[in-house]
């Protein structure tokens, strides 16, 4: 009989691999990914300051579709497009200019030219900035690769443009007074007056602020899924007490633990800024407040997955809304 439990033992377990734990290893890849995105962005802010923009997804009126950005750096003097590739393993480039990566958990994996992508992001972005009357000075916007994965090495180095910021160069990144990765501020913007550099640096940042994003969860364990949000589940009366937490109204939510003692659902308090079109934040006074049980639940779809994904409200820290 024991070889018989042993046996039944391995089909469950492989029919529980099969319906259930590839989708989750595809989410904590997921994951894995945008919080190597945010990672990035943190870092940039502290060595450069300025403000970096996560998750964009600029229109492009050539294709009609939109462009996903990674990340936009804005400092004073320049903006840079990144594009963030948490790539682990063996990275050689083709003659075609793709990449080609090889793990020791997976087979090798060919990704497109990522500095060729970067390049039409940033062209992208810098057509849709004239089109919200953004001009930028020429050389103003340039674009890079960062490669801040670890576990990522290579043996031809030489191979990678300029672009490319591979791990080793990542992690020996030191502030520059004069700009991020480059240094420079060019030609006739570098005698430019100071008030059209601020104008331009203002115009940049509120263009950038009010585009198109993906929405962004942010969850307990340091980790971040951008996609889209689709609604709330859980008890009517619950639902009810968050119909107003809409995109149009609504741009970021918080959840916290809430003291109810003697209830038998133990409940959270959800704060949420209202949307203001004229400014980025809110302050304290503005934010709203609402308490339901801790069993409801937010579907939400992750950037380039198909399957819409279930979180309890319990395991979130923060929610953001595009407009």
């Not at 990672?39 to 940039?44: E, H, I, K, M």
């Not at 080793?168 to 030191?174: E, I, P, S, T």
């Not at 992750?302 to 407009?323: H, Q, T, Y």
Request: hydrophobic share 35%.
């Amino acid at each position: 009989m024991l070889w018989m439990e042993i046996l039944c033992g391995l089909i469950i377990y492989k029919l529980y691999r099969r319906f259930f734990s590839d989708d989750d290893d595809l989410l904590e890849v997921e994951s894995s990914d945008t919080t190597a995105l945010f990672n990035v962005a943190n870092r940039l802010e502290k060595l450069y300051g300025g403000k970096v923009y996560v998750g964009l997804r600029i229109p492009d009126a050539d294709t009609g579709s939109r462009q996903n950005v990674d990340m936009v750096l804005v400092t004073k003097g320049e903006a840079v497009v990144i594009s963030v590739k948490n790539l682990s393993g063996l990275v050689t480039i083709s003659g075609d200019g793709s990449w080609v990566c090889e793990s020791s958990k997976h087979k090798a994996e060919h990704f497109p030219d990522p500095v060729g992508e970067t390049k039409k992001q940033a062209s992208v972005l810098e057509s849709y900035l004239e089109q919200r009357g953004v001009a930028l000075p020429e050389g103003y916007l340039s674009y890079k690769v960062v490669l801040p994965n670890p576990k990522f090495w290579t043996i031809h180095l030489s191979n990678f443009p300029s672009e490319v910021i591979t791990y080793d160069q990542w992690v020996q990144l030191k502030p520059e007074p004069k700009g991020m990765f480059s240094g420079w501020i060019k030609g006739a913007f570098r005698g430019g007056k100071k008030d059209m550099q601020e104008s331009i640096h203002e115009k940049l940042n509120f263009t950038l602020s009010t585009a198109p994003m993906w929405d962004r969860l942010e969850l307990k364990g340091n980790k971040y899924i951008l996609g889209e949000f689709l609604e709330f589940k859980g008890k009517e009366e619950d639902i009810i007490t968050l119909r107003n937490i809409k995109r149009s109204k609504v741009r970021r939510l918080i959840v916290q633990k809430t003291s109810m003692l003697g209830l038998a659902h133990s409940k959270l308090q959800v704060l949420y800024s209202p949307r203001d079109y004229r400014s980025e934040g809110a302050s304290s006074s503005e934010w709203k407040e609402a308490t339901v049980r801790s069993s409801t639940e937010v579907l939400f779809q992750p950037e380039n997955s198909r399957k819409v994904r279930k979180f309890k409200l319990s395991s979130i820290i923060s929610m953001s809304l595009s407009a």
